[in-house]
């Protein structure tokens, strides 16, 4: 017999630790011999448990799993992801630690996708790598550098390697040349301070301080989602950063928290290679002043020629809300580039604060392509930052009325669409009535 998927949790009820332990057993006893394709145990479980998760992981390896998935925090992913990025401990005892016959060479034989949270792990000092392992992820583990540089320099064809919140790590570094790994996840490793592989990945995803990315290549990287903890300028980061190494760079995902503005040199730079581009962006008081400028992103027109999709998910986090009205001054009309690939441009967060209304106006007027401009003011910033609307709703309104006086009214070709965001209040009313 045998079977294609096998998973252990809690299910929809939450047993004991001793209740869950005695349910595997009983399952594993009457599927002993039998040949898995996957093999996922999911509970709060330490290492005081370590006898009877040791009996499972041997059964895992006896039963020739392609792919193991260890959860020791009893949560899905996401939920882990939520709680460590606030700063919660996952395990409160001793982890549990992964024992050596989980890396002996047999098991390499088999296993194609190795899934590891809430553990801690040491290699063994014969340990030679996973022949067929494709697939990597480390999420919360007690693991020191030398052992991830192990692992990675080892497992020859690993095409996806992702690692999170993994405390005792400094340095991801793999010297020796890669030409399989093509995805690149790392997720705040509070710890590290560089990132440096021999090879080059298609698509990289890191959230995380400001640290070096270097790689063998990048002219395969043409997928890059970037998330910076501290505050970091966007644009500068963009033009002088780790994006403009990358010549074929096709889709740029970043989010970055302002405060101070940033003039960025002109320069000969170009993406011409980018066509989508999503920029989540948290624009911040200092001072109850801010000194940032919304504008000075009509610069990204400049540098990506062939851009055709433009997402700005803004959140403008000031003391006060200030739409826009004439008595602000009048808009500033800048020169205009010409951009012929544009089709559609997305600005939520619109709060209608005078420099948002001028970036809204210079790419509708520079964009001549320009299929669709969508403007919303409601938060869909993301990342886990907790944001409500709670205490923007009241403005939406206001809002709305800023977006469609001064923005609507100059589109003759009839691509925007403001969206009306309804109030708390609103919905309370309609829900009365």
């Not at 594993?28 to 479980?45: C, D, N, P, W, Y």
């Not at 709680?83 to 630690?97: C, F, H, M, S, T």
């Not at 055709?308 to 803004?314: F, K, N, P, Q």
């Not at 709703?393 to 001064?406: P, Q």
């Amino acid at each position: 017999m045998r079977k294609s998927y096998f998973k252990t949790s809690t299910g929809y009820k939450f047993p004991g630790d001793k209740e869950f332990i005695t349910r595997v057993n009983t399952v594993l006893r009457q599927h002993s011999g039998t040949e898995v394709e996957r093999m996922e145990i999911k509970f709060a479980l330490h290492s005081k448990n370590a006898d009877d998760i040791d009996r499972w992981v041997n059964f895992a390896i006896a039963s020739k799993a392609k792919e193991f998935a260890i959860n020791f925090s009893g949560l899905s992913k996401s939920l882990i992801f939520f709680d460590l990025a606030r700063g919660k401990r996952i395990v409160r005892e001793e982890p549990y630690n992964s024992p050596s016959q989980l890396f002996s060479p047999n098991n390499g034989l088999y296993l194609r996708c190795l899934e590891l949270m809430v553990v801690s792990l040491q290699l063994p000092a014969d340990f030679e790598g996973f022949v067929s392992l494709k697939s990597l992820t480390l999420v919360d583990v007690s693991i020191t550098d030398e052992d991830v540089h192990c692992m990675l320099s080892k497992c020859n064809l690993l095409e996806f390697f992702e690692i999170a919140y993994c405390r005792m790590v400094t340095s991801i570094r793999v010297l020796h040349p890669s030409d399989q790994l093509k995805h690149l996840v790392v997720d705040t490793c509070p710890k590290l301070q560089e990132i440096e592989l021999n090879c080059s990945p298609t698509t990289l995803k890191y959230t995380g301080t400001m640290v070096p990315l270097v790689f063998a290549s990048t002219s395969r990287l043409t997928n890059i989602n970037i998330l910076f903890l501290p505050y970091q300028s966007a644009l500068s980061y963009i033009v002088t950063g780790f994006p403009s190494t990358l010549p074929r760079l096709e889709i740029l995902t970043l989010l970055c928290r302002e405060r101070e503005r940033t003039i960025v040199p002109e320069g000969p730079f170009r993406f011409t290679y980018l066509r989508s581009l999503r920029l989540e962006l948290v624009l911040t008081d200092d001072e109850k002043i801010r000194k940032t400028d919304a504008l000075d992103y009509a610069y990204l027109l400049k540098v990506a020629p062939f851009m055709e999709t433009l997402e700005l998910l803004m959140w403008m986090t000031t003391w006060r809300h200030q739409p826009y009205c004439r008595k602000d001054g009048e808009l500033r009309i800048g020169p205009t580039h010409q951009h012929a690939h544009l089709k559609f441009v997305g600005i939520s967060g619109f709060f209608g604060h005078k420099d948002q209304v001028e970036l809204a106006l210079h790419i509708l007027q520079s964009s001549i392509m320009l299929e669709k401009m969508e403007i919303t003011p409601k938060l869909e910033i993301n990342r886990g930052l907790l944001v409500s609307d709670y205490f923007y709703e009241e403005h939406y309104m206001d809002d709305h009325r800023v977006a469609t006086e001064f923005v609507c009214k100059a589109d003759d070709r009839n691509v925007v669409n403001v969206v009306r965001v309804p109030s708390r209040d609103e919905n309370r009313s309609s829900m009365d009535g």
